[in-house]
DNA sequence: GTTGACATGTAACAAGTTACATGATTGA
DNA sequence: TCAATCATGTAACTTGTTACATGTCAAC
């Protein structure tokens, strides 16, 4: 049911029709959760069939923005209060980490360098996310986690790549 | 289909039955992976049917230790290295953490320390794990770096919570 | 003998992906 | 007028969850 609350929790930040939802799950929530707009717009539609979120405008092209209902936000904040956390993870790119040592070390350097790419571009994103925060802007502490966490994985990475380098990964580039 | 190279890779690691599989998803693969048996079982079966692994111990109980076939093995490879990571997540405790600005301090500052047990207690298993390492177990440095990623998690999480008790969240306990 | 861990499986359902399908509006 | 982006939806399929179902073996 995260699905569900995370839509709910976006909707609570900002009214959103599906298109800006969905362009929502790639952007801000991308490394928590991810959907499809095929999957978003069935679950507005039964959000709002159950009272939880409501159309309050009807724009150009046929764009319908959904806002909370009361009982909508009652049900985020029982969910976020109440409810005990799944803490299952589905994350790919953490079983390619726990299965490098099964490649050659020439092939784990590639691997560990594509990683270290696309950490590097996430925390330039990250940054310009944070120097673009209003100064009220609760959300700040996100971003610096995000911040930090990737300068722990990204130091990770740089030794890994350079112990496969080490072992016989044939020198960078 | 990254059940299916998690199990591979399970199994290029040591071979191993259903159940114990089972076990290693919520032990060792918990931070990467989840699954259950009834979609491991299935996939094993798949996999045997497909050539890529292959029973090779019946034990008492009517246990099937299975391993990799050659085929099996250059699957694997073939994914490790060649096919492109796909990033996207599904995180429910990331996804909490996204929407905390949503909770009113006291329940917010709640969260915060619920999450931090968390973390600590997988930081004293990561602990052990670490401590009864083989000298020569190249598994050595994913342990590291859950060390690392979950102190910087805990120190943000204590800054977090204490913010929260600042904003009037009637201080700790 | 009965509890608990070991061990494997299936069926019904829910969640998520991929592909298909359509139409409006903007800017070059 | 053509391409790109905005905007919403559905259908077929795959993946994952929950619940049901069965049997073995060891220790108490």
Redesign the pocket.
């Known amino acids: 049911?995260?699905?569900r609350y995370a839509i709910l929790g976006l909707l609570a930040r900002q009214p959103s029709?599906?298109?800006?939802l969905?362009r929502k799950f790639d952007s801000s929530l991308r490394t928590a959760w991810?959907?499809?707009?095929?999957?978003i717009?069935?679950e507005?539609?039964k959000l709002e069939a159950e009272g939880l979120a409501e159309i309050i405008k009807r724009?150009?092209?046929?764009?319908?923005t959904y806002g909370l209902t009361e009982s909508g936000h009652d049900a985020l904040r029982h969910w976020l209060v109440e409810v005990a956390p799944d803490r299952?993870q589905?994350n790919e790119s953490a079983v390619r980490l726990f299965l490098t040592q099964l490649m050659a070390p020439r092939e784990r350097r590639l691997a560990f360098e594509r990683d270290l790419a696309y950490v590097h571009q996430q925390t330039a994103e990250l940054r310009l996310i944070k120097d673009q925060l209003a100064p009220d802007e609760p959300f700040a502490p996100q971003v610096e986690l995000g911040l930090r966490t990737n300068a722990v994985l990204s130091a990770w990475l740089q030794e890994q790549a350079d112990a496969a380098t080490r072992e016989g990964g044939d020198g960078p580039q």
């Open positions: 049911m995260s699905l029709s599906g298109y800006e969905t991810h959907a499809q707009h095929s999957q717009y069935p507005l539609a724009g150009a092209r046929g764009s319908k299952s589905r």
